[in-house]
């Protein structure tokens, strides 16, 4: 995953809006978690409590901490004899594997 912005999200003038969020929100899995939710925070960082992208983005950055090391299921569960996406906290030879 490259860590380069859209150039509009990074210039100056630029504030950032809950669709800001929103697009970098649509790349989210285990894997990118911790990459998605450092560039999250760039994004609303200086944003006043209570900005809407400010809002959404936090609580987005909670979501990420929580499927980089748990991992997460969309959809429906895992069908019989597959496992769900690990995080990036439970690789091979991992005490939690």
């Known amino acids: 995953m490259s860590q380069a912005e859209h150039p509009d999200r990074v210039a100056a003038e630029h504030e950032a809006t809950v669709e800001d969020v929103r697009q970098l929100m649509g790349a989210s899995t285990p894997h990118f978690a911790l990459q998605l939710r450092e560039r999250i925070r760039k994004l609303i960082r200086g944003l006043p409590e209570g900005h809407p992208a400010r809002v959404e983005g936090e609580r987005e950055i909670t979501?990420?901490?929580?499927?980089?090391f748990s991992g997460e299921t969309r959809g429906h569960a895992a069908e019989p004899g597959l496992s769900p996406l690990r995080s990036v906290g439970h690789g091979p030879g991992d005490a939690h594997s």
């Open 63 to 68: 979501r990420l901490d929580r499927i980089a």
